[in-house]
Structures are given as C-alpha cells and as structure tokens.
C-alpha cells in the first residue's frame, strides 16, 4: 500500500516566499502542502480541518507572533511538529521557541536542500537548526554558569557585541527601547563598567557571552 504523503501547513506573511515554500516542498513525491497562510489566526482556524503532519512558521507574523502560536496550535493538534523559519536568531527567541514545542529552528538564508532536510528530519523524530541557532545554543551551555547577569542581559549584552544598537535590539526582541536601556544600566553595574567597550571586553574574558 502506497505510504500516505507527509501534510504541511505554510504560515508565512510574506508572499514571495510563502509561494517559495509551497513549489519547494510541492514538486517533492511524498510531501502535500495542504494550506498555506500569512497569518497564524487564518491558519489555527483550519488547523482540524488541515490535520498536518508538520507547519512551516515564521515568528514574526501580524497579529499572533510565530512563539505565541506554537502552544496553540500545540493544544490543538498536540502531536503535529513544528519547524520555525525565521529571520530572527535571538537566543530569546529561539529558546521560547524550542521551549515552547518546536521541533527545529531554520533562519531564512537556509537553503532549499537544508529545509528539504529538517523537514525529513523532523518527520523521523530528529531536531534540526541552522548552524549558526546549533552555534548559539551550544555557546549558552558554554558559559559561565556563575554569572552574574541574567539571561536577558546576557542576551542584550550579546547583541551589543555584533554591533547592534538599542533600537535594533529592541525591534528584534519585542521590547521597548527604554526597557534595553535599563538593561544596559543594569549590566554597567553588575560588571563595574562605564562603557560598552569595557562591558564587552569584561563579559569574553569572563565567559559571559
């Protein structure tokens, strides 16, 4: 007997690469992209009517974000896996969305053969990521375990260090600019620094970040 095809759900607001996404898988044997949405709303209302196997969803959607319709779409359907596809590579991110139930985590400039990959992967009870979310993740448990800064800090701390300023870093962590600032005061402080140069250079000597 001919094996059912694998069921997937597209939820991306972008067109372009929503339509991307759906010719990718569809010209695959063996994978039926039964809906595709902009929105994780349109797509928890079908969710019963759609029964995937696997959603494609980005994180950051109008409306519902990607992370709050994980457990959603969890109390739903609690045996479909998700596979996050996302620009966003925030360790906060990324944490809430594995913490929350996604079973892999790829940012968009993954390739075509790697989505093709995680998909399978995924379907075989694996975890797939990008190399650099697998780089992230395992530098979080690199770290110095007695530090003295939260995970936020550590987080914000970080993205100071690829050079990213505070509006930036509060955009891609849903927080407001004053809320970064306040942070940033805190992490001065706990490190005894006055700039974000020594702040940097105290956190890589101390294994901080």
């Given at each position: 007997?001919?094996?059912k095809?694998?069921?997937?759900?597209?939820?991306?607001?972008?067109?372009?690469?929503?339509?991307?996404y759906?010719?990718?898988?569809?010209?695959?044997?063996?994978?039926q992209?039964?809906?595709?949405y902009?929105?994780?709303?349109?797509?928890?209302?079908?969710?019963?009517e759609?029964?995937p196997?696997?959603?494609?969803?980005?994180?950051?959607?109008?409306?519902?974000?990607?992370?709050?319709?994980?457990?959603?779409?969890?109390?739903?359907?609690?045996q479909?896996?998700?596979?996050i596809?996302?620009?966003?590579?925030?360790?906060?991110?990324?944490?809430?969305?594995?913490?929350?139930?996604?079973?892999?985590?790829?940012?968009?400039?993954s390739?075509?053969?790697?989505?093709?990959?995680?998909?399978?992967?995924?379907?075989?009870?694996?975890?797939?990521?990008?190399?650099?979310?697998?780089?992230?993740?395992?530098r979080?448990?690199?770290?110095?375990?007695?530090?003295p800064?939260?995970?936020?800090?550590?987080?914000?701390?970080?993205?100071?260090?690829?050079?990213?300023?505070?509006?930036?870093?509060?955009?891609?962590?849903?927080i407001?600019?004053?809320?970064?600032?306040?942070?940033?005061?805190?992490?001065?402080?706990?490190?005894?620094?006055?700039?974000?140069?020594?702040?940097?250079?105290?956190a890589?000597?101390?294994?901080?970040?």
């Open positions: 007997m001919e094996e095809p694998v069921r997937i759900v597209i939820v991306e607001d972008d067109k372009v690469i929503r339509e991307g759906r010719f990718l898988i569809g010209e695959k044997q063996g994978y992209v039964v809906n595709a902009s929105t994780a709303e349109q797509a928890i209302k079908k969710l019963t759609d029964q196997d696997l959603v494609m969803l980005d994180v950051g959607l109008p409306g519902i974000s990607g992370i709050e319709a994980i457990p959603r779409i969890k109390n739903i359907l609690p479909v896996l998700i596979l596809c996302t620009v966003h590579d925030t360790e906060e991110i990324i944490f809430r969305a594995l913490t929350h139930g996604a079973s892999g985590y790829l940012t968009k400039n390739s075509a053969v790697k989505i093709m990959e995680s998909i399978r992967e995924i379907m075989q009870g694996g975890a797939s990521m990008s190399a650099n979310v697998a780089q992230l993740v395992i979080s448990f690199q770290r110095n375990s007695h530090s800064l939260s995970r936020r800090e550590t987080q914000i701390l970080e993205e100071i260090a690829k050079g990213k300023n505070r509006r930036v870093i509060a955009d891609e962590l849903f407001d600019n004053e809320t970064v600032k306040s942070h940033i005061k805190n992490i001065y402080a706990k490190l005894n620094v006055h700039s974000k140069a020594d702040a940097i250079r105290t890589r000597e101390n294994k901080l970040i």
